[in-house]
Nanobody, 124 residues
Framework: QLQLVESGGGLVQPGGSLRLSCVAS????????IGWFRQAPGKEREGVSS????????NYADSVKGRFTISRDNAENTVFLQMHSLKPEDTAVYYC?????????????????WGQGTQVTVSS
């Protein structure tokens, strides 16, 4: 069974940091582009970052550039999203998703497999 499981979310004060993890089971992430997405209440799901299968290609939404870093450890079948300088507007459920090899888009419709999400709340 193909499965993605996110972890690492929680409650953090503004300016704080969190590291999200996305672990795959039932398939290897080596041949997939991985994206992180988020959805806040009442808003559409938006792309946050993506990373190519090799890890050499990364993309970021303008709203998180310079604050978030995506990385992957294919040996551990895991992708990470390191988040620094968190803001209240970063509050959302964060999802990881797997898309086709070579994908450079952060459009949610292009991704095939999704995790259940992890809640990130930034509040004082």
């Amino acid at each position: 069974q193909l499965q993605l499981v996110e972890s690492g979310g929680g409650l953090v004060q503004p300016g704080g940091s969190l590291r999200l993890s996305c672990v795959a089971s039932g398939f290897t992430l080596d041949y997939y582009t991985i994206g992180w997405f988020r959805q806040a209440p009442g808003k559409e799901r938006e792309g946050v970052s993506s990373i190519s299968s090799s890890g050499r290609g990364t993309n970021y939404a303008d709203s998180v550039k310079g604050r978030f870093t995506i990385s992957r450890d294919n040996a551990e079948n895991t992708v990470f999203l390191q988040m620094h300088s968190l803001k209240p507007e970063d509050t959302a459920v964060y999802y990881c998703a797997a898309g086709p090899l070579g994908l450079v888009s952060m459009s949610a419709s292009r991704y095939n497999y999704w995790g259940q999400g992890t809640q990130v709340t930034v509040s004082s």
